[in-house]
């Protein structure tokens, strides 16, 4: 029987690690279900683990986009460096690589464990999404571009406030994302055949298990994690990713961890070193209000186990409940 493990929740709580864990008691091989570990060359910003310089072992390219995985400690992860920053890769795009992945991953009679803190791409690939299949629509895209971020955040409402309820509030506030809602809302979606999910899993075979943690402790896990990417060399990261790619041409510009150092690469050299600690302070920020994003989205699934990543002997709680799920639906 095909099942699917999920390492969800919080950010900077140790879902990769875990991850790896399972995988290496469960003969399972990771997909990487975070929206910016997809980008080749932001590796330290975004978190990715391992040996950057690993191997990357291409499987096999799906237009722009190249799919295959690198291993750590002897177990691959899927779906990491997949296109270039100046790609806007979406969740559509998430699922044309995610799917070939774990049915290849099936093939070879072993368990995929998607692993990440984008819920969009995990609900949208395990539940269906109605944006699937609906062409771009030029002509109302201009249109739609004429009016203000008010004016289009009423109109979702108006056409569809269950979608605009769902999106977060970075999505919310995000012209783009309101215009694509727009789009699909305008089109008869109805009868759309990618609306349903992009596997024929029940929920007996799909696990979901959620990391989090309190908010003090966890305010103070992010703030550890800014400073290791700052020792790790994410600001030269950048640089160099600014040779190639612009803050407002690519995703630099809106993925946190790299946004916030606009200002410090638009300033001379003199003033760099006044401004750099409230371009550390904003990071902190962001990523503590992101975290609390990811809960109040997360928390709309009534399917994920919880677990504090902070409680004693976690590995063997959480390796008991999936091996239970595990067994279970072997046996049945």
């Given at each position: 029987m095909k099942k699917i493990l999920v390492v969800c929740g919080l950010t900077a709580t140790g879902k990769t690690a875990l991850g790896l864990r399972l995988a290496k008691k469960f003969n399972g091989e990771l997909v990487n279900a975070d929206s910016r570990q997809v980008y080749r060359g932001m590796d330290i910003g975004t978190g990715k683990e391992g040996d950057k310089s690993s191997i990357f072992h291409l499987q096999f390219s799906i237009g722009d986009k190249k799919v295959g995985y690198r291993c750590i400690g002897g177990i691959p992860i899927w779906l990491l460096d997949v296109v270039w920053p100046d790609y806007r890769f979406s969740v559509a795009d998430y699922i044309e690589v995610a799917v070939p992945a774990?049915?290849?991953?099936?093939?070879?009679?072993?368990?995929?464990?998607?692993?990440?803190?984008?819920?969009?791409?995990?609900?949208?690939?395990?539940?269906?999404?109605?944006?699937?299949?609906?062409?771009?629509?030029?002509?109302?895209?201009?249109?739609?571009?004429?009016?203000?971020?008010?004016?289009?955040?009423?109109?979702?409402?108006?056409?569809?406030?269950?979608?605009?309820?769902?999106?977060?509030?970075?999505?919310?506030?995000?012209?783009?994302?309101?215009?694509?809602?727009?789009?699909?809302?305008?089109?008869?979606?109805?009868?759309?055949?990618?609306?349903?999910?992009?596997?024929?899993?029940?929920?007996?075979?799909?696990?979901?298990?959620?990391?989090?943690?309190?908010?003090?402790?966890?305010d103070k896990k992010i703030a550890q994690r800014v400073e290791k990417r700052l020792s790790a060399g994410v600001e030269k990261e950048i640089e160099e990713l600014l040779k190639k790619f612009s803050f407002t041409d690519s995703v630099l510009g809106e993925t946190i961890g790299y946004q916030e150092w606009q200002r410090y690469f638009s300033s001379s050299q003199e003033g760099r070193e006044e401004i750099l600690p409230e371009i550390i302070d904003n990071w902190r920020r962001a990523e503590r209000q992101y975290a609390r994003r990811q809960m109040v989205w997360f928390k709309k699934n009534k399917q994920i186990n919880w677990f504090s990543a902070d409680e004693k002997d976690l590995f063997f709680k959480v390796a008991k409940r999936v091996e239970q799920w595990y067994i279970k639906n072997n046996n049945d």
């Open positions: 774990i049915k290849d991953i099936w093939q070879r009679n072993k368990l995929p464990i998607l692993v990440g803190g984008t819920g969009f791409y995990l609900r949208s690939l395990l539940g269906g999404i109605e944006t699937i299949g609906v062409a771009p629509d030029p002509k109302l895209r201009r249109k739609l571009e004429k009016l203000t971020l008010v004016k289009l955040q009423k109109r979702v409402k108006k056409i569809n406030p269950n979608r605009f309820n769902r999106m977060n509030h970075s999505d919310q506030n995000n012209p783009r994302r309101l215009i694509r809602a727009i789009e699909v809302a305008s089109k008869n979606n109805k009868d759309n055949p990618n609306k349903i999910a992009a596997f024929g899993l029940t929920r007996e075979t799909v696990f979901w298990l959620g990391l989090k943690l309190p908010l003090k402790k966890l």
